[in-house]
Nanobody, 117 residues
Framework: QVQLVESGGGLVQPGGSLRLSCAAS????????MDWYRQAPGKERELVAT???????TYTDSVRGRFTISGDNPRTALYLQMNNLRPEDTAVYYC???????????WGQGTQVIVSS
C-alpha cells in the first residue's frame, strides 16, 4: 500500500508564491507517474500537472508557465511550485498516483490554497 500526505497550503496574496509538498510512504516502487489535482468550491476536480517516472511533465493550460511540478526519484516526494498566483487558483490541492501493478488510485487528504487580498 501507498500513503500520500500533502503540506504547504495556505493564504497568499495575488501574485504571490507557494510550494506544495507531497510525502509518499509505503510501497514506493509501485509509484511511477504522479499528479497534482485541484478542486475549487462548486467545481469538479481537475488535473493540474503530471510528472512521469522519467521526469516528463505536463500542465493544464491555465497554470503553464506559472507552476512547476517536480519530484524525487524514486518517488518519495512530489512538489508543486506555484508562482504568480491568481484568485482562480484557490482550491484544495491533491496529490495523486495510480499504482503500477494494481492500477489503484491513491489520493492524499488535500491541502487548501487560498489566493486573496
Amino acid at each position: 500500500q501507498v500513503q500520500l500526505v500533502e503540506s504547504g497550503g495556505g493564504l497568499v496574496q495575488p501574485g504571490g508564491s507557494l510550494r506544495l509538498s507531497c510525502a509518499a510512504s509505503g510501497n514506493i516502487p509501485q509509484i511511477k507517474t504522479m499528479d497534482w489535482y485541484r478542486q475549487a468550491p462548486g467545481k469538479e476536480r481537475e488535473l493540474v500537472a503530471t510528472i512521469t517516472a522519467r521526469g516528463a511533465t505536463t500542465y493544464t493550460d491555465s497554470v503553464r508557465g506559472r507552476f512547476t511540478i517536480s519530484g524525487d526519484n524514486p518517488r518519495t516526494a512530489l512538489y508543486l511550485q506555484m508562482n504568480n498566483l491568481r484568485p482562480e487558483d484557490t482550491a484544495v490541492y491533491y496529490c495523486h498516483t495510480k499504482l503500477f501493478i494494481t492500477s489503484e488510485d491513491i489520493w492524499g487528504q488535500g491541502t487548501q490554497v487560498i489566493v486573496s487580498s
